[in-house]
């Protein structure tokens, strides 16, 4: 099975920064992806940003592009999101997605959820 332990949320001013980490630990043969989600309420989950572990490429949401960076340490199975001149619409939960294959699990990867990271941002 997959862990993944989130960390980074919390409260700040319109125009400052948090840094949003995932680590993931269990039974992990390999990861293929690794991304942020958010929820705000009223609202579907949606993608922020995701990274491919294999060529590292990157895929952002039109809303977050220029300002968040996503970023990734193989070694450490972790996944960074840096989020850059916060806006209050980026108030919302943010929940870590980690695409693995288990060890003796098969060809097919499944998709695992961080516990999600509160971030507000106030005016």
């Known amino acids: 099975q997959v862990q993944l332990v989130e960390s980074g949320g919390g409260l700040v001013q319109t125009g400052g920064s948090l840094r949003l980490s995932c680590a993931a630990s269990g039974n992990i043969f390999g990861i293929t992806s690794m991304g942020w989600y958010r929820q705000a309420p009223g609202n579907q989950r949606e993608l922020v940003a995701d990274?491919?572990?294999?060529?590292?490429?990157?895929n952002y949401a039109d809303s977050v592009r220029g300002r968040f960076t996503i970023s990734r340490d193989m070694a450490k199975n972790t996944v960074y999101l840096q989020m850059n001149s916060l806006k209050p619409e980026d108030t919302a939960v943010y929940f870590c997605?980690?695409?693995?294959?288990?060890?003796?699990?098969?060809?097919?990867?499944?998709?695992?959820w961080g516990q999600g990271t509160q971030v507000t941002v106030s005016s």
């Open positions: 997605n980690v695409r693995a294959y288990l060890r003796a699990g098969g060809l097919v990867a499944f998709g695992y």
């Open positions: 990274i491919t572990s294999s060529d590292s490429n990157t």
